[in-house]
């Protein structure tokens, strides 16, 4: 199984931003799809932003209003999510997500179709 690792969260005040970065442990993994989810106490995973490696298709929670932006250095097989604006709202974990599949547009929001996920990296937001 993939083992994924989650780092660049933290401590920052309102309106700041931040990047997270989503590695394999093993150089010589590959996914079609990775996906961003972040996860509350008490509430359900949320869906926020995948896209295939190949970059053909990207999706984002509608919710974001372009706050957030997904992206993939192909080289070092490391993914991204840029947070801008962040809001006292956004504190809770995030997790990176990948599949073995390039997965359609309509299925990339739904965690069952992940095959393996971080251990996820603290956001907090600062009012």
């Known amino acids: 199984q993939v083992q994924l690792v989650e780092s660049g969260g933290g401590l920052v005040q309102t309106g700041a931003s931040l990047r997270l970065s989503c590695a394999p442990s093993?150089?010589?993994?590959?996914?079609?799809?990775i996906g961003w989810f972040r996860r509350a106490p008490g509430k359900e995973r949320e869906f926020l932003a995948a896209?295939?490696?190949?970059?053909?298709?990207?999706r984002y929670a509608d919710s974001l209003k372009g706050r957030f932006t997904i992206s993939r250095d192909s080289t070092k097989k490391i993914a991204y999510l840029q947070m801008n604006s962040l809001k006292p709202e956004d504190t809770t974990v995030y997790y990176c997500?990948?599949?073995?599949?390039?997965?359609?547009?309509?299925?990339?929001?739904?965690?069952?179709?992940?095959?393996?996920w971080g251990q996820g990296t603290q956001v907090t937001v600062s009012s």
């Open positions: 997500a990948t599949s073995k599949n390039s997965l359609i547009t309509s299925n990339m929001a739904n965690p069952q179709f992940y095959d393996s």
């Open positions: 093993v150089s010589t993994i590959t996914w079609y799809t």
């Open positions: 896209t295939r490696w190949n970059r053909s298709s990207t």
